[in-house]
Nanobody, 124 residues
Framework: VQLQASGGGLVQAGGSLRLSCVAS????????MGWFRQAPGKEREFVGG????????YYSNSVKGRFTISRDNAKNTVYLQMNSLKSEETAVYYC??????????????????WGQGTLVTVSS
């Protein structure tokens, strides 16, 4: 499985971005998907996740109400819509896939495959 994240860039504080993550393979619809981020000098942290069908989503408290995760299994793609971005959310954002079908885990070790990351820079 290969994951390709895109959509990062420079945005002003308060602005929005939508990240995409396209997966290879024919079993994407069985994967739970997660989004993580890693700021310079910090550990990778869980942003949110989505289950295999898209029917359940999970968010960290810091992004709840501002970020939305969705997926389109016909396109092998998962999305992260980010609104009201803050300067402290500048980071490399990663998508990740697991085999157990849920996106509720905030542990890096629970995700088997990772995208290469896309940089989001939020200017104040």
């Amino acid at each position: 499985v290969q994951l390709q994240a895109s959509g990062g860039g420079l945005v002003q504080a308060g602005g929005s971005l939508r990240l995409s993550c396209v997966a290879s393979g024919r079993t994407f619809s069985t994967y739970g998907m997660g989004w993580f981020r890693q700021a310079p000098g910090k550990e990778r942290e869980f942003v949110g996740g989505i289950n295999w069908s898209g029917g359940r989503t999970y968010y960290s408290n810091s992004v709840k109400g501002r970020f939305t995760i969705s997926r389109d299994n016909a396109k092998n793609t998962v999305y992260l819509q980010m609104n009201s971005l803050k300067s402290e959310e500048t980071a490399v954002y990663y998508c990740a896939a697991n085999f157990y079908g849920e996106g509720d885990s905030n542990r890096v070790s629970d995700y088997r495959y990772w995208g290469q990351g896309t940089l989001v820079t939020v200017s104040s």
